[in-house]
């Protein structure tokens, strides 16, 4: 017989399904806005952003009455904590593509400065962090959250290759150090996203094992 406090559960993890969709869908329009420069994408960041908000405070809110009034132990409290950790690292998910956003508006209003491969490229890899790190917590998949942690080595490397472009193109061409450096600041917030993600896959493992793999923690499927 199902617990009452398994639907309970079921319905944060829908809320947070929800808010991991719009935090794909800002980050989608951020950087089609900058790529296509449409600069009308960028609002609906704005709106897709305050969508977020909304949700982030309603996970937070029925987190909190769960907590009060179940009192979770072992597993539940483990699901419970991971799942305010992942909300957080949600909207700011929602705060960094509003950045990508705001300074993306600012880039467009400059030279152009190169091609945006290695910019999409890394915003295609977060989407898919995020994406496939909420699948994971709903299945509690810990098998698949440790590779979605070695995915964040390809957003890192992709970063560091567009602040060592950017940082000769510079050099180089100081009267365009504007445009250059809000592309570096665009590469770090991709970075920050992923980050992120990342965090998500630690809460996985954390909640389907007990094994706390942040801060270089070991954890081996091998070993389950």
Known sequence: MERHVDSQI????KLILTMGGCVEKALDEAIQALISRDTNR?????????????????VDNQCMAFLAKQ???ARDLRLIISLIKINTDLERM??????????GKDYLTRTPIKELSDIEQMSTIARRMVKESLDCFVREDA?????ILMMDDEVDNLKQKVFK?????????PENADGALDLILIARNLERMGDHATNI????????????VRHGGKYSPQSE
């Open 165 to 173: 472009d950017l940082l000769a193109y510079i050099k180089k061409n």
């Open 143 to 147: 098998v698949h959250a440790q590779k």
């Open 94 to 103: 929602g705060d960094q593509s509003v950045n990508i956003a705001h300074t």
């Open 10 to 13: 079921e319905e944060l993890k």
């Open 201 to 212: 896959a630690e809460d996985v493992i954390f909640v389907s094992t007990g094994k706390d």
């Open 42 to 58: 960028f609002k609906l960041v704005h709106e897709i952003e305050n969508r977020i908000n909304e949700d982030h405070v309603k």
């Open 71 to 73: 009192g979770p132990v």
